[in-house]
């Protein structure tokens, strides 16, 4: 089974965001990127995949941030090959325009499998995976959190769960794009050397694309505001009898209890 993945780098919120001078974007001169959460999920799941049954991990990423260290770890953790996408301002990407990218990949390779994370905290038009498999004309399930592979009917069922922790087990014919949750085991810890030597070891191909007309077609963000400040935390002290009327009276207060 060949599996393809689709890794996006996104800003890193441990480092304070700014708003641009147009007030309609984040100022990127400084922001840090890392690996989406959930698109590392999917990196592990895949190889999971391909231990259990065999067949070869692709791993595709937009040319956002250190791109190449995040390529080189998908490799030091399993992956067979590497895919850079180069466009102009890729950071800024659309989730329906990646999906127009991403769909051309898919028809130029053989694949069985497309897994995503399930949303990355900046898709603000909505997954991508789900338009990718629109596009594409296969199935497509979200918010998954395990898979297993069925070789003779050429399917997979996967996990996929709902509010409140329900989880249904899904049987699809392949191909069909995933959108990971979370992989069945955390992503695995590759230390830095084994890193190190995939980036002299492995190669990269690199595709450049033209960044798609249908821009601002579906989005349109008017301005960016910072969170504003309401007020401050209070510290409780005292014993904890003391804690548990101060926090009575708290919630009474704001009306949580009666």
């Known amino acids: 089974m060949n599996i393809l993945v689709f890794l ?9 965001l700014e708003v ?14 890392i690996p ?15 231990e259990a049954y065999g067949g070869s991990v692709t ?8 791109i190449d260290d995040a390529l080189f770890t998908s490799f030091a953790k399993g992956a067979d090959s590497l895919i850079r996408i180069s466009l102009e301002n890729a950071q800024e990407l659309r989730s329906h325009e990646a999906a127009e990218i991403y769909a051309k990949l898919f028809r130029d390779g053989e694949y069985d499998l497309i897994l995503t994370g399930v949303q990355a905290i900046d898709d603000l038009d909505g997954p991508v995976g789900a338009r990718l498999a629109t596009i594409l ?36 014919p392949l191909p069909i794009v995933v959108g990971i949750q979370s992989s069945e085991s955390p992503p695995r810890y590759v230390p830095i050397a084994r890193i190190r030597q995939a ?24 301005r960016l505001y910072k969170p504003e400040q309401t007020g401050g935390a209070e510290m409780i002290e005292g014993t904890p ?7 009575i009276t708290l919630f009474s207060e704001n009306g949580l209890v009666r």
């Open 8 to 16: 996006k780098q996104v800003p890193d919120l441990v480092e304070e």
């Open 20 to 33: 641009d001078a147009s007030g309609t974007n984040l100022d990127r001169s400084w922001i840090r990127y």
């Open 36 to 50: 989406s959460e959930q698109d590392e999920h999917a990196v592990e799941q895949a190889i999971l995949l391909k």
């Open 59 to 66: 791993v595709a990423a937009l040319e956002i941030g250190d």
């Open 137 to 172: 004309d296969i199935p497509y399930i979200g918010v998954v959190r395990g898979i297993e592979l069925e070789p003779e009917s050429h399917s997979v069922r996967v996990k996929k769960e709902f509010p409140g922790g329900v989880v249904a087990v899904l049987r699809s």
């Open 199 to 222: 980036a002299k070891s492995a190669s990269i191909n690199n595709l450049s694309f033209a960044t798609g007309s249908a821009k601002n077609q579906f989005l349109v963000i008017e």
């Open 241 to 247: 009898e003391e804690i548990a009327d101060r926090l």
